[in-house]
């Protein structure tokens, strides 16, 4: 039986990822490379353009083994990996650096948003998903603390019997800047890499930004940086459940964040969904370069 993700739960409920559309033509001269698959369990995309086939094929294999590589640190869909043993035993020793580098910067979200977000979530989506009661779901909200989550270079520690960590709310950010440093050390200088979260590398290949489509909202022009996207509530039904109280807020305005690093916006636009305007400009504030997106931004 595959383990249940926050992903995989929302998929179950049948809540989608927040949808961006990269459009406007491109002249027909231009090659175009495209790979599409799965990562983290989410649908993932990366474009190459004006890029010769060998060298944008080439590329992308160099990403995609990246990926599995890091997937095989992140994901909880495959129980050996590094953050499945340390959910599964609570203690994972010699962890990954990349794990810690993730769960370090959680950590910093976490104390900066005052628990708004908290990698330590995981038993409260779990509860979610098999509609425990109001008890179990209680029960499972006082194994939420990410103070009990014990962060080192040579070991990772869940404090309390029955604690779990998901890092889906910033591990696919992660993801996507390190597909897109792979694949810039190519000397290829014009990227999109869409893995839920977007990463943009310059402008596209004919010079103009690429045209990002908001949920709910018209497309803007990105051209260099990260976008992520997040809405609390969908249809009545949870996207993101705030950690502090085990419910989800009453808005349903999606919150989009820019930042230099996708990690950073993925991880902000969680954290932001449940988080008030005072805290958030505090939270945005510890970031440098990152902000909410607002429809008539000058900077785009």
């Known amino acids: 039986m595959r383990p249940l993700t926050r992903r995989r739960i929302l998929r179950l409920l049948g ?9 406007g033509p491109l002249p027909a001269s231009l090659p175009t490379t495209r790979w599409q698959g799965i990562a983290l369990g989410a649908p993932a995309r990366i474009d190459l353009l004006g890029v010769e086939p060998e060298r944008a094929h ?5 990403a995609l083994d990246e990926l599995a590589r890091l997937e095989a640190v992140f994901s909880l869909f495959d129980p050996t990996s590094a953050l499945s043993r340390l959910d599964r035993e609570g203690r994972l020793d010699d962890p990954p650096p990349e794990l810690v580098e993730v769960l370090g910067l ?7 948003s005052d628990g708004a977000f908290d990698p330590t979530i995981q038993p409260l989506w779990l509860a979610a998903a098999r509609d425990a009661t109001r008890q179990e779901r209680a029960a499972a909200r006082r194994l939420v ?27 696919q950010g992660y993801l996507t800047d390190r597909l897109a440093e792979r694949i810039r050390a190519w000397g290829i200088e014009r990227v999109l890499v869409d893995l839920g979260e977007l990463k943009a590398l310059g402008p596209r290949p004919d010079g103009r930004p690429w045209r990002i489509g908001r949920e709910g909202g018209a497309p803007f022009p990105l051209v260099e940086g990260a976008v992520a996207t997040s809405r609390a509530v969908v249809g009545g ?6 950690p502090r109280t085990g419910e989800s807020p009453a808005s349903t305005e999606p919150v989009t ?15 932001l969904a449940v988080t008030d305007p005072a805290g958030a400009a505090r939270l945005l504030a510890a970031f440098a370069g990152a902000r909410l997106f607002a429809p008539r931004d000058p900077a785009l």
């Open 58 to 62: 080439a590329a992308i294999a160099a």
């Open 237 to 242: 039904r949870p996207r993101i459940l705030d």
């Open 106 to 112: 959680a950590c910093r979200l976490a104390a900066l």
């Open 145 to 171: 603390d990410w103070r009990k989550l014990e962060v080192a270079p040579d070991a990772v520690v869940l404090l309390r019997p029955g604690m779990a960590v998901t890092l889906d709310g910033i591990a």
């Open 257 to 271: 964040v820019l930042a230099p690093e996708a990690v950073v916006a993925d991880g902000l636009s969680t954290a």
């Open 15 to 23: 809540l989608g990822s927040a949808a961006y559309v990269v459009g």
